[in-house]
């Protein structure tokens, strides 16, 4: 591998005006510079694309456009076939990283060999901001507990791995996605410094529990091909675990 791998962007876009402008400007501040990025548009409404063709850097590939609104899965998984990166790394329209995120994760990388890594991040929204602490090591076991990992953190090895894709569902997809790339990686590696920005809307899919858990148990039992009795202990074991990192993530 060369000493400075080409780096592969993901970015899906909807509706994105209001914040895609930090979320690009973070990734031309980037101290790495061997990257490109790559946005599917999907049939957004407002003025994003706009933005997003006023850049003027070839690292900054020409919009992948859809003609009607099929969902950020299609958006990312149509980006990720474009890509000609060495790594592919994602950030959501509305996140954005510290000057210095790629190139620490690619050293981080490279120097332990590890082909899927996140890190540490910042949850913000207009009211407050906060430091995510991850856990140092996921496995696809630990997946199946909870969702341990922020999608705009995350960089796999395609070289190593292959391109890796997420099912085409509306919710929950970049979990399917960490799934996908762990039964090839075995494992995921944090390194623990917070890197990312990620925005938590208020009224984002999060904030509604019991939607929340439908789409979980839909994740077991649907996507994963779980039966509806297991699935419905894996979501026992689901909530479990998702009240001790909620708790962890408000008070420590």
Known sequence: MKDNPLVSIITPNYNGAK????CINSVLNQS???WELIICDDNSTDNSLDI???YNDKRI???IQLQKNQGAAVARNLAIEKASGNFIAFLDNDDYWTNDKLMKQINFMK?????FSYTNYVQFNSKKRKGINCKNKVTKKDLLKNNYILTSTVIYNAEQLGK??????RKRQDWSLF???IEKSKYAYNLPEELSFYRRHEDS????????FKFNFDFYNSVLGYSKTYSILLMTRFLFYYVIKKFKEKFL
Request: no cysteine; charged share 10%; glycine share 0%.
């Open 61 to 63: 590939l020409a919009p």
């Open 111 to 115: 120097k332990n060999n590890y082909s």
């Open 52 to 54: 997003i063709n006023s």
């Open 19 to 22: 914040y895609i402008n930090k």
């Open 205 to 212: 899919i999060s904030s509604n529990k019991l939607q929340l």
């Open 32 to 34: 790495y510079t061997d």
């Open 164 to 169: 890796i894709y997420m099912a085409n569902i």
């Open 179 to 181: 799934i996908n790339i």
